[in-house]
T-cell receptor, first 111, second 116 residues
Framework: DTGVSQDPRHKITKRGQNVTFRCDPI?????LYWYRQTLGQGPEFLTY????????KSRLLSDRFSAERPKGSFSTLEIQRTEQGDSAMYLC?????????FGPGTRLTVL | SQKIEQNSEALNIQEGKTATLTCNYT??????LQWYRQDPGRGPVFLLL?????KEKRKERLKVTFDTTLKQSLFHITASQPADSATYLC???????????????FGQGTILTVHP
């Protein structure tokens, strides 16, 4: 399967813990995006990478969130000191230009 | 502020009929608009992209129209089937002074149910 993959698919954690998610994009895509989606809503933009450079970060993203894309390949999204409001589906997408190819998402539940 | 609205949260139709979904936007000047399908527990899947200078685009049983004067896109599924049941999302490239890097702003989605 050469699509976008994400790991883990599900994560349950206690409030205050740190979590890290991984995204492996389609190999020839240089654009990578992270989105967050809550029930009944569309995905909400979090951050964007062009190769290894993080070019944009949503103003809605607190400083507890950080993302990296070393060497322009896979990406990680870390949430520090998780809060119950962080519970959501975290989606990664890669793109060659316009249309975006999404992974299956990581569902985070913060207890 | 920029806003995208999909006209209904849920749409129920009979198999074989045409489903029509609406996406309205305000305070945008998008270069293009996209439609995605999302099944429960899965990521969105790209369906169609229509550019601002295109009035209509078709792909198999799907048709999208884009009216930049009305600031509206219509998404049609003809000869609908129960397998078409899913959430459909419209998305616009967020306008950030021409350097939006392709990031998308999504509508809230319309849940389509096609009954046999």
């Amino acid at each position: 399967d050469t699509g976008v993959s994400q790991d883990p698919r599900h994560k349950i954690t206690k409030r205050g813990q740190n979590v890290t998610f991984r995204c492996d994009p389609i190999s020839e895509h240089n654009r990578l995006y992270w989105y967050r989606q809550t029930l009944g809503q569309g995905p909400e933009f979090l951050t964007y990478f062009q190769n290894e450079a993080q070019l944009e970060k949503s103003r809605l993203l607190s400083d507890r969130f950080s993302a990296e894309r070393p060497k322009g390949s896979f990406s990680t999204l870390e949430i520090q000191r998780t809060e119950q409001g962080d519970s959501a589906m975290y989606l990664c997408a890669s793109s060659p230009k316009s249309e975006q190819f999404f992974g299956p998402g990581t569902r985070l539940t913060v207890l | 502020s920029q806003k995208i609205e999909q006209n209904s949260e849920a749409l129920n139709i009979q198999e074989g009929k045409t489903a029509t979904l609406t996406c309205n936007y305000t305070n945008y000047s998008p270069a293009y608009l996209q439609w995605y399908r999302q099944d429960p527990g899965r990521g969105p899947v790209f369906l169609l992209l229509i550019r601002e200078n295109e009035k209509e685009k078709r792909k198999e049983r799907l048709k999208v129209t884009f009216d930049t004067t009305l600031k509206q896109s219509l998404f049609h599924i003809t000869a609908s089937q129960p397998a078409d049941s899913a959430t459909y999302l419209c998305a616009l490239e967020a306008d950030a002074g021409g350097t939006s890097y392709g990031k998308l702003t999504f509508g809230q989605g319309t849940i389509l149910t096609v009954h046999p």
